[in-house]
């Protein structure tokens, strides 16, 4: 499944179609700017989770110009079905669209250029990733509104106790702390399996993370810049075996843990660590176990340092609509007021900026790491390519369950390249 629909599944956010009345102003990114007249009305059609982070952007900019927008509400296949069918009829219903970034090399051809809005100060304020993302075959097509990554939380109780740091240190000689490496990752994760606890989860019926690793060992995912399948490299192979062997330390039936799981786990007290989106800390139940006593930090780094797989959405004007003034005033809108989305429930945005706004504020510990872990060299987006959520779904997916469930990786990891192959023709 996508970044965005786990994530949403997870916050139980729901939605019906409403409108909102949205205005546009201009600071940071370029483009279209207000002329004095207020007015005019775009039709936003974006997933139901996506209009939370939408909300306080509509409230401000209403006050700025009084641009309305009128925000459709889609469940997510139901998004990407409606995007398909009027994309291919060349006849559209929205002025502005919300696409996941798996869907940006699918509707490349259907979404216009908005070069304009990427002035080089506002590319200085999105992580590196995803400015590379949104540039397709040389144009800007999207701009990101929305953006999470994997980090660790951990339990700082059980990290800050005397003796739980005394029996650390003599046992692998050097001080308990939250992991940088792998290799302490597998330390405290095998220190704390005991008691009834894990140290960590292993989600086998999800690859972000996988990936994420694949990234750290200084490997592109899954293809290369060129479109060749190289899963079955050294750093897929390296990156595979160490997360298979952090079962050992993990809850039993890792094949069928998914995001929901982990995070049940982590929060009812059953792991120490958890490698998971940034968002969930602030969403850590009052009554629950952990309240209070949990740690962030950056996701761990390999050879090639500290890297996440980031879950970005991104707003797009349709070559076919007939309102593409007002469709750039709203994206530019959102631009300037991203930080806004932090108060949403999901609360997350997308420049640098707005992120540092919160990261010393209480609440936003989980913060300082997602900006470090999207500001990682070796971060990077899925690959551009509109079978990727099919290869994740029958192949990724389906090859670390049968990894995490004993299988020979080397033999997964052949077997996977044939089918991506057979995928791409």
Known sequence: MSTRNNINRLATIGGLCTAVALAATGCGAGGPTDSGSAGGTVNVLVEA?????????????KKDTGLGVNFIELP?????NRLSSEFSSGTVSFDVAALDSVWLPSFKDAVQPIDELFTDEAKKDIFPALVKEAEVDGHFIGMPAWTNAEIILYRKDLFEDAKNKADFKTKYGYELAAPTTWQQYQDISE?????GMYGTDVKGAVETEWLAHVLQAGSAMVLDENNNVIIDNAAHKEALDFYVSMTKSAPPGAAQVDWAAAQNLFNQGKTAMTRFWAH???QIPKDAPVAGKVGAAAMIGGSAGVAGVPGPWYLSVPKATKNTDNAKKFIKCAYDHNSLGIESSLGLASRISAFEKYQDKEGYESFRPLIQTLNGKATATRPATAKWQQITDTVLVPLL????AGGDSASLLADAKKQIQDLLK
């Open 401 to 404: 369950q049968k990894a995490v």
């Open 76 to 80: 997510y296949d139901g998004l990407f």
């Open 49 to 61: 989770g996506g209009h939370a982070e939408l909300t306080g952007v509509a409230e401000q900019c």
């Open 280 to 282: 969930a800390y602030r």
């Open 191 to 195: 220190f704390f399996t005991k008691d």
